[in-house]
């Protein structure tokens, strides 16, 4: 099962990195996630240069795709030869948003009626696009995620392994990434957080 992290220039490193590496702590269980990106290289917000690990055509395999966030989402949103290339489908794939990410799920049209959640700069624009914003951090609504935070990138990733391997495999990766003395704490937090924003659908 494979992973497309799409990452465009301006990119915000926690939104991409986070959720990358906590899926990729399940390579040996099958799930693999890549960087991909509309261009060879794209320069973070902070200006740290990544060679992207899979072109955007990339999107059309994967078994799930993943929206990062970044300082150029309003750009990306404007960009009809960008969104060209994101022919996502919820039928087949799981689909999620970081933060400004929610920009192209709704542009895209894969929001439909359902309520997102974003990050507090990137608010008033996705409401824009007639779009509710909830005040939280993670929202789910059968094929389509949302996460509003960059910290919140831990919610999208569990919910990818949820969603792939089974919730002890998400438990596993928190577990191990946690901060020491805080390991169970924060896997309880992030598996209820993911299940009380889920609404399952059918």
Known sequence: MQVA?????????LDSFIASALINR????????????????VTSMNGVEVTGQRP????????????????????????DRLLS??????SRQLIGSQCSGALVLARLGLLGG?????????????EACDVTVL?????????IATAGGCLASQYLAAWVITRTLGED?????IDYVAPVGEQQETVERVVRTVHAGEVVLG
């Open 5 to 13: 992290v799409v990452t465009f220039d301006g990119f915000n490193e």
């Open 26 to 41: 399940c390579r040996k269980d099958g799930l693999q996630a890549f960087i991909t990106t509309p261009t060879p290289l």
């Open 56 to 79: 955007m055509e990339f999107v059309t395999e994967a078994d799930v795709v993943l929206i990062g966030s970044g300082v150029k989402t309003r750009d990306v949103v404007a960009d």
């Open 85 to 90: 290339m994101l022919p996502l489908d919820p």
């Open 114 to 126: 359902m309520p997102a959640c974003t990050d507090v700069t990137s608010r008033p624009f996705v």
């Open 135 to 143: 005040d939280a951090p993670f929202h789910a609504e059968g094929n």
């Open 169 to 173: 495999a998400a438990r596993g990766v």
